[in-house]
């Protein structure tokens, strides 16, 4: 089992690692997303995506692709702390960061066997399901019903922590 502080690799590392693991006959999964807020959504993803090869390489969002991608107040966890935060998971083999609006140049990278996406998706909408096919990959659906995310439990804490509680 790899350490969680050296999860954290290059892209072209990356890349060695997951055609070192084709070689040895492993099917390799990619998941990717922002991970921002860490819950019990993003974990299900994980270990599900996990499930469905030997080794899981997790793309992760830099904080300016995710303001990009949902606006200039998030990430509220920066980087760094979201890749730590990850690297302590024992469904994820490696980690690495991109910063372009989608994962697709890490799969032409990387050669998944498989691209694993959340419930949000179905395998006609992922966005890199052609670039997948360019090598006989495939998309797979992981994780449970979309009934987490990040957007919604910050709602959920400003709900409850943004009024001071009134007196009796």
């Not at 830099?62 to 998971?89: I, Q």
């Not at 995310?149 to 910050?154: E, N, R």
Request: aromatic share 4%; charged share 25%; hydrophobic share 40%.
């Amino acid at each position: 089992m790899t350490e969680p502080g050296a999860k954290l690799v290059t892209r072209a590392h990356a890349a060695r690692l997951a055609a070192a693991a084709r070689t040895a006959g492993h099917v390799v999964v990619l998941a990717n997303g922002a991970f921002d807020m860490l819950h019990v959504g993003h974990v299900r993803y994980l270990a599900d995506a996990r499930r469905h090869g030997d080794v899981l390489f997790v793309a992760v969002n830099t904080d300016s692709s995710v303001r990009g991608l949902k606006g200039p107040t998030r990430p509220v966890v920066p980087e760094g702390e979201r890749v730590e935060l990850l690297s302590h998971l024992v469904c994820v083999d490696w980690i690495v960061l991109f910063d372009e609006p989608t994962v697709a140049a890490i799969l032409r990278e990387l050669r998944p066997h498989l691209h694993a996406k959340g419930t949000d998706y179905t395998p006609e909408t992922v966005p890199e399901r052609a670039v997948m096919s360019q090598w006989g990959g495939r998309t797979v659906i992981c994780g449970d019903p979309k009934d987490h995310a990040t957007t919604d439990l910050i709602g959920e804490v400003l709900r409850r922590f943004a009024s001071p509680p009134r007196c009796p």
